[in-house]
């Protein structure tokens, strides 16, 4: 692939290639259900994540605001509120590593693929000034002698897809982070087994998965990471640490941590395994009739794997619902439209609106089994993209009340680009609205009843629920929990 060309195809041997006569065509969306074809685009189909995007305008592309949303001065983003700054010791926050790591949140938007790059409207010009450059640093930077032209092709479209400003959304994966970050949505996982916090400066552990390598060694819920195999973490990408975590299985990595109470950072050396993660916990809450039921993210399979735990909850006598979708990263579009059926008979989960301004709404999948319990959805900022098109979905319908903060605001769709030599290219290209025609983009879902999480607040995990009583969870402190539950009569 040579830098400026204005469109790249795969070799003619490709089998995902379109015959031609569609090549010219819109190329058709990937899709969960079969992730090395091509099909016709489908209501909801597609993968979605979670970040902040720009405005829509009738124009494309979209034009900035008269502020940089992505760098406020204060208090920066995504907006910290009250509870932002807490480490939560028991559920998936905006960023989902489980340790393979490439991180699927804050990354995403529903995606499209599209087979190679399109063709620019006009030639980019001053290629003999990149040229300059390139010579300019082959000659004479220090370290030349270890930099590879791949290196520095791969840095140049990164830094090219960075200058949109859609930092941390449209982006640009090598092939082997796209592979990885296939693999994660899949709910398969080579890694460590922790989930980042990364709402701060310094990345920290908001989850430990039980029976997981980084739990049989000693790494705990609330430890900030400061290095990973010596590198400093402050100020890196979430790329890069994702890059740094992953790794294959029976490969060591070593995290130097500072564990909650102490100053003195400690080093951890870790082997990375194979392991799956659940999309869904689940639990009935002790002293009431109400299932607890945490979406943790909309991987492969969360939908069919709500359906099992609604099905379950109602077997033994469950009266309402708590759908906890608190730091819920996002995932696959079609899964939401699933998951937002199982509690809705028919309507709108969501409007997708083109760069044209065209808007085509996205319907409730009639053919999945549904409940008509009483419900209440939990969220935070750290509720991003599928999560929030369900929330918004159930909001809109009146179908349930929303407790907790606003969400972090995604509300993009983004189309995949696959280059030449597998790397890849995520472009934001398009909006989503809630079923009412709300846009949720950098302004996130507001809830019904807004309330804060203390710092001092122990969220239990659903599937923990049947080792507490009633008490400890009244003693938790997870306040958007019992306003549900009062909610619900319990």
Known sequence: ???????????????????????????????????????????????????PAWPPTPAWPPQMPPFDWHHPPTPGWPPQTPDSGRRRSSRLPQLLVIVSAVLIAFSGGMVADRLAFGQTQQPLS???????????????????????DQQLLYGSIAGMVDSL?????????????????????????????????????????????????????GVKSGDAITAIDGKPTVGLSVTDLGTLIRGAAGTKVTLSVIHAGTTVPVDIA????????????????????????????????????????????????ATGVVLDLRGDPGGYADQAIGVASHFLRSGVVYIQQDASGAKANQNVDKSEKHTDLPLVVLVDHNTASAAEIV???????????????????????????????????????AYWLTPSGHMIFGVGIVPDQ?????????????????????????????????????????
């Open 391 to 429: 929330a918004g979905a159930l909001q809109d319908s009146g179908r349930a009340k929303i407790v907790g903060v606003t969400t972090f605001g995604t509300g993009t769709v983004l189309s995949r680009y696959m280059l030449s030599d597998g790397s890849a290219m995520y472009l934001g290209t």
């Open 126 to 148: 001053d290629f003999a000034l990149y040229e300059q450059a390139l010579q300019i640093i082959r000659s004479n930077y220090v370290g030349s002698s270890s930099v590879t």
């Open 1 to 51: 692939m040579s830098i400026g060309d204005d469109e790249q195809r795969p070799d003619a041997s490709d089998a995902s290639k379109p015959d031609d006569s569609t090549a010219a065509q819109e190329p058709a969306p990937y899709t969960a259900t079969d992730p090395t074809g091509w099909q016709q685009p489908q209501a909801g189909q597609g993968l979605v994540d979670s970040a």
């Open 450 to 490: 807004s309330i804060t999480l203390p710092a001092t607040a122990q969220l239990i995990d659903p599937a923990d629920m049947g080792k507490v009583t009633a008490a400890q969870v009244r003693a938790s402190g997870d306040a958007q929990l019992l306003a549900a539950l009062a909610d619900l009569g319990q």
């Open 165 to 217: 400003g859609d930092t941390g959304h449209s982006r640009f994966l090598t092939p082997q982070q796209y592979q990885q970050e296939q693999t994660d949505l899949s709910g398969q996982f080579v890694g460590i087994g922790v989930v980042l916090d990364v709402s701060g400066p310094t990345p920290g552990v908001d989850r430990v998965v039980a029976g997981s390598p980084a739990q049989q060694v």
């Open 270 to 317: 870790i082997v990375r395994q194979k392991f799956t993660v659940p999309s869904v916990d689940w639990g009935m809450i002790p002293g009431t009739h109400v299932a607890d039921i945490a979406l943790l993210q909309f991987s492969t399979g969360a939908s069919d794997q709500l359906q099992a735990a609604l099905t379950q909850a109602e077997l033994q006598g």
